[in-house]
């Protein structure tokens, strides 16, 4: 996951992992990339409660006047051809030949995270993500301002960002050597040469403290904030990416170094790269990025983290006349068998009709157009490397915070008891084969896919039997998988408002004249 508290305060490339955002692709990436959590959105009066309430289920009119419908052929796909290697310090390299366009995309990730802050030093909180903002802040042989100056020169885009699993590197470049050699030169510079300038770490950090000052006037920052220490406890994921008011003051150079020296190594590292270049430029180009790497060592698994045994609802006061509440509990790891796989796209499409943020799905027919709780509700899981969270985010007046919450754990219960419907999946279904193309839209959503298949180390067929997977999703299965994920029983409820909704204590009464 992305958590939602740091994503103003680090430099990121993509969101938990390359996002677009158009709705019809965000849907395709719920399988294909993965879960993306939704900011709580923007909030709804009483005056909602009156809206009608539409039938899903009805067929629309219109349609069957729509006679170019009726000629409409099977969705072919063709997935881009995707070739392996690995350069001679023994980095795996996913490479897709683009040549429409003279631009090459490469997207260099490692096992590197904010989950390994601690292996740096325990109160390191924030050491990964100063990192990587100081990866493009000068070189040994470039100061910032002629960094900057060459990058702007050539007009590339090269950014470093860093999640809770993966810190990645990423270079858009014109293909031609004109171009693409400096910029390759200033990419490995980043990566094996940073200067880490004293003075420059100084200010980040002083701006840094800002933007975390800053976080606590935040009520979605707040609750995320609560979120994930709770529902992670001990576990590296407990901590923000971005580090916290304690940790980052204490952020030294030498720590930047042995981070750099310990993770960003060949041994834990993959590369993808897409766009207008033959195999053997491709090979060059790979061995180029990852010849100075150190060897080192690949990082160590992650520990498994544990699941709540029972509910637990956490109130932060905050000064609003809303209240800003999420939800959710422990979620699933990235998938990368097929059991797991099909499993994680039955889950998807039956989420997408529960929670998954549409005029359609359930969570926001009743929240908000009968009920006029919330101008909008959505959930959705953040698979990882080990188990991420899966969560359900809305806000709402003060006063109706408890009916919402109550009300929206009673659509989730009765979507788990009674199933989704035929009706239902097969919207999910179609919308999610028909938008799948989307994917492959661009150069950078080619490299993204690689990106994250290559981190993931998942085979060409994650890919290719996409459609197969969603043609093999069975009524059944998805309700079955439904109930062995969710446990609304057991959520950890986060709330950020001015009133506690778990305050049953009522003013008392006056006394008869």
Do not use: C
């Not at 800053?214 to 609750?223: E, I, M």
Request: hydrophobic share 40%; net charge neutral.
């Amino acid at each position: 996951m992305i958590d939602k508290a740091s994503t103003n305060l680090i430099k990121t490339t993509s969101t938990p992992y390359p996002a677009f955002s158009a709705r019809l692709l965000s849907l395709t990436l719920s399988i294909a990339i993965g879960f993306s959590t939704v900011a709580a959105p923007a909030y709804a009066d009483d005056n909602r409660a009156s809206a009608a309430t539409v039938d899903t289920s009805a067929p629309i009119a219109a349609l069957s006047k729509l006679s170019s419908l009726d000629n409409v052929k099977p969705l072919k796909v063709n997935v881009p051809n995707i070739q392996h290697f690995k350069t001679k310090s023994g980095v795996p390299v996913s490479f897709v030949r683009a040549e429409t366009l003279p631009i090459v995309d490469i997207d260099l990730r490692f096992n590197a995270g904010s989950a390994r802050d601690s292996d740096i030093r325990t109160d390191g909180f924030g050491i990964a993500n100063m990192t990587a903002t100081m990866l493009t802040q000068g070189t040994k042989n470039l100061d910032e301002d002629d960094f900057t100056r060459a990058v702007e020169t050539l007009g590339i885009n090269l950014d470093s960002s860093v999640y809770k699993d993966m810190f990645i590197v990423s270079l858009r470049s014109l293909s031609d050597d004109e171009h693409l050699l400096p910029a390759v030169d200033l990419m490995t510079q980043l990566l094996t040469e940073p200067k880490f300038e004293t003075q420059i770490l100084e200010r980040n950090k002083a701006r840094l403290v800002v933007g975390l000052q800053q976080q606590k006037q935040d009520p979605g920052s707040l609750a995320s904030l609560a979120f994930n220490k709770a529902l992670y406890g001990t576990h590296p994921y407990a901590h923000p990416t971005s580090g916290t008011l304690e940790t980052v003051p204490s952020i030294q150079k030498k720590d930047l170094i042995d981070f750099q020296k310990r993770y960003l190594v060949a041994a834990n590292a993959s590369l993808a790269v897409t766009g207008n270049l033959t195999r053997k430029q491709a090979e060059k180009l790979a061995e180029d990025l990852t010849i100075g790497l150190p060897i080192g060592k690949a990082a160590a698994v992650l520990p498994e983290p544990k699941p709540l045994t029972k509910a637990q609802h956490i109130h932060i006061p905050f000064s609003s006349t809303q209240t800003t509440v999420l939800m959710g509990q422990l979620g699933n790891k990235r998938a990368t068998d097929p059991k797991s796989q099909q499993q994680q796209t039955n889950f998807a499409v039956g989420n997408d009709v529960l929670a998954g943020g549409s005029f359609n799905a359930r969570l926001m027919t009743e929240i908000r157009q009968n009920l006029g709780y919330t101008y909008g509700i959505s959930g959705s899981m953040s698979p990882m490397l080990a188990r991420g969270p899966y969560q359900i985010s809305f806000s709402t007046r003060n006063d109706k915070a408890r009916a919402a919450i109550d009300a929206s754990v009673e659509v989730i219960n009765t979507t788990l008891n009674k199933g989704i419907t035929a009706a239902e999946m097969t919207l999910t279904t179609d919308n999610l084969k028909n938008s799948f193309p989307m994917s492959f839209a661009s150069n950078a959503g080619i490299n993204g896919l690689l990106g994250m298949m290559n981190f993931y180390q998942l085979p060409d067929d994650y890919l290719t039997d996409y459609m197969s997977r969603i043609e093999n999703v069975q009524l059944a299965a998805v309700n079955q998988t439904m109930r062995e994920t969710l446990q609304p029983d057991k959520f950890l409820i986060v709330t950020v408002g001015q009133d506690n909704p778990w305050d049953t204590k009522k003013p008392a009464a006056k006394a008869k004249p």
